[in-house]
């Protein structure tokens, strides 16, 4: 029997071939943007953990250089113990952070996160001769309207502040992105978060810093309550539900 396109089964088999075909080409094409959509989160991470670090990276490949000297690891907070599992690159921190299994809620929230996943991503950098240069380390806290996301890099002595980088929040344009001036951050620099017992010292202060305040960084007037979260952040992420465990393994060299 002659096939007849123009009839009812010959219609059926049309948009049945023209539905999978569409349906082929969406689910191709969703693939394809995946895969860009990681590149891009892979590359925005790199970037920040480098300028974190306070790497040099003018006229260079910033991939080519996080590549060369950055080594990314995941770290179980309550042991300090890192987790070698699970691709660390890309690991989804929030989504751990969310999810029942993966997460906790801290005991005392001071970074007013709700919850917080059990493993954390870190990243050790090193120089050109292969010596430490500097531990990244991701905290995140609610500031005034938002939470905010940031990394702090610390020096070998697992004290003293390398550089620091914010690069997400929901603050008040002209007022609460002050975290984001270099003017503000670099101030940041050389502060050390401990006091001579290990416990969290740093403090934004409101009114100034006093000059050879080794912990201290000026408050900016009119962001308080930005402030008082990037504070508060910094506490908890480098206290005992943080990343206390992990620092006090390093300096023992045990990881």
Same mark, same amino acid.
């Given at each position: 029997m002659?096939?007849?396109?123009?009839?009812?089964?010959?219609?059926?088999?049309?948009?049945i071939?023209l539905?999978?075909?569409?349906?082929? @080409?969406?689910?191709g094409?969703?693939?394809?943007?995946?895969e860009?959509?990681?590149?891009?989160?892979?590359?925005?991470?790199?970037?920040n953990?480098?300028?974190?670090?306070?790497?040099e990276l003018?006229g260079?490949?910033?991939?080519?250089?996080?590549?060369?000297?950055?080594?990314?690891?995941?770290?179980?907070?309550?042991?300090g113990k890192?987790?070698?599992?699970?691709?660390?690159?890309?690991?989804d921190?929030?989504m751990?952070?969310?999810?029942?299994?993966?997460? @906790?809620?801290?005991?005392?929230?001071?970074a007013?996160?709700?919850t917080?996943?059990?493993v954390?991503?870190v990243?050790?950098?090193f120089?050109?001769?292969?010596?430490l240069?500097?531990v990244? @380390?991701?905290?995140?806290?609610?500031?005034?309207?938002? @939470?905010?996301y940031?990394?702090?890099?610390?020096?070998?002595?697992?004290n003293?502040?390398?550089?620091?980088?914010?690069?997400?929040?929901?603050e008040?344009?002209?007022?609460?992105?002050?975290?984001e001036?270099p003017?503000?951050?670099?101030?940041?620099k050389g502060?050390?978060?401990?006091?001579?017992?290990?416990?969290?010292?740093?403090?934004?202060?409101?009114?100034?810093a006093?000059?050879?305040?080794?912990h201290?960084v000026?408050?900016v007037s009119?962001a308080?309550?930005?402030?008082?979260?990037?504070?508060?952040a910094i506490e908890?992420?480098?206290?005992?539900?943080g990343?206390?465990t992990?620092?006090?393994?390093l300096?023992?060299?045990?990881?």
């Amino acid at each position: 029997m002659a096939f007849k396109k123009d009839s009812i089964v010959g219609t059926m088999i049309f948009t049945i071939i023209l539905c999978l075909s569409c349906s082929f @080409m969406i689910t191709g094409t969703a693939e394809i943007l995946k895969e860009r959509k990681l590149a891009k989160k892979r590359d925005e991470l790199k970037r920040n953990v480098l300028i974190a670090a306070d790497v040099e990276l003018a006229g260079q490949d910033f991939r080519q250089v996080f590549d060369a000297s950055v080594t990314p690891i995941l770290v179980e907070l309550d042991t300090g113990k890192v987790d070698t599992s699970t691709n660390a690159l890309d690991f989804d921190d929030r989504m751990a952070a969310i999810n029942p299994e993966t997460s @906790m809620k801290p005991k005392k929230d001071t970074a007013k996160i709700k919850t917080r996943a059990n493993v954390a991503r870190v990243f050790k950098v090193f120089d050109e001769q292969g010596q430490l240069h500097a531990v990244v @380390m991701p905290i995140y806290g609610k500031g005034l309207w938002s @939470m905010i996301y940031g990394f702090v890099a610390l020096k070998p002595d697992y004290n003293t502040i390398e550089n620091v980088v914010f690069y997400e929040h929901g603050e008040t344009p002209g007022i609460g992105d002050f975290i984001e001036d270099p003017e503000w951050t670099n101030k940041l620099k050389g502060k050390q978060l401990f006091d001579e017992n290990g416990h969290v010292k740093f403090k934004i202060v409101k009114g100034g810093a006093k000059p050879g305040d080794l912990h201290g960084v000026d408050a900016v007037s009119g962001a308080t309550m930005t402030g008082r979260g990037v504070q508060r952040a910094i506490e908890f992420w480098f206290g005992n539900e943080g990343f206390e465990t992990f620092l006090q393994k390093l300096k023992a060299s045990e990881v």
